[in-house]
């Protein structure tokens, strides 16, 4: 079976100070990791995918096989990252063609 | 472009009465198509999808239905609602496939069953 964690329901924190949103996922094959964001009023959308080791809006994750994570950090938090932020999993070792997501971290960024 | 679309975006229903939820998907031919459930507290939970016309799978026993009658169409359905259906309903369709697919999910619909 897969799955994720995201241990943190909110993270508050202010402008300017580093986020790191955990994510832990479970799954014996070789995972694929995404990270999807919803802003307000706005749709569920992809924010960055392991596999591209991309930076998207200063936000990176890197994929840590030994201790099962994808962490998403981002070192100066802007206001405008205040959204609902879901690591999702994809077991490619499966036939399951579908993403299994977390239950999302609400980041909330202070002024 | 490929485009998705979800109605109604609300729906009050009682308890007992049916329930049909439509998506459809514009621009591509042949997609994967999801339906999840985003219940406050416990994320995105997966229930139906389908690699094709007809070719529906369910992930959770519960009591809701899915079905693919056409291409782009994917319809999430209920005979009679119970309470614990209430929550944030959320087509999407795949683009890509692996490490590199992306989900475009629509504008979802917020059930209520009173």
């Known amino acids: 079976a897969q799955r994720v964690t995201q241990p943190e329901k909110l993270l508050s924190v202010f402008k300017g100070a580093p986020v790191e949103l955990k994510c832990n996922y479970s799954y014996s094959g070789s995972p694929e990791l995404f990270w999807y964001v919803q802003y307000s009023r706005q749709r569920l959308q992809l924010l960055l995918r392991h596999i591209s080791r991309e930076s998207i809006k200063g936000f990176t994750a890197d994929l840590n096989k030994g201790e099962t994570s994808f962490h998403l950090k981002k070192p100066f938090a802007q206001e405008e990252d205040s959204a609902m932020y879901y690591c999702a999993l994809k077991g490619m070792d499966t036939g399951r063609r579908a993403l299994t997501f977390g239950s999302g971290t609400r980041l909330q960024v202070q002024p | 472009s490929q485009t998705i679309h979800q109605w109604p975006a609300t729906l009050v229903q009682p308890v007992g009465s049916p329930l049909s939820l439509e998506c459809t998907v514009e621009?591509?031919?042949?997609?994967?198509l999801y339906w999840y459930r985003q219940a406050a507290g416990r994320g995105l939970q997966l229930l139906f999808y389908s690699v094709g016309i007809g070719q529906i799978s369910s992930e959770v026993p519960q009591n809701l239905s899915a079905s693919r009658p056409q291409d782009r169409q994917f319809i999430l359905s209920s005979k009679k609602l119970l309470l614990s259906d209430s929550g944030f309903y959320l087509c999407?369709?795949?683009?890509?496939?692996?490490?590199?697919?992306?989900?475009?999910f629509g504008s979802g619909t917020q059930l209520s069953v009173l």
């Open positions: 999407a369709w795949r683009k890509g496939q692996g490490g590199n697919e992306k989900l475009f």
């Open positions: 621009g591509t031919s042949n997609p994967n």
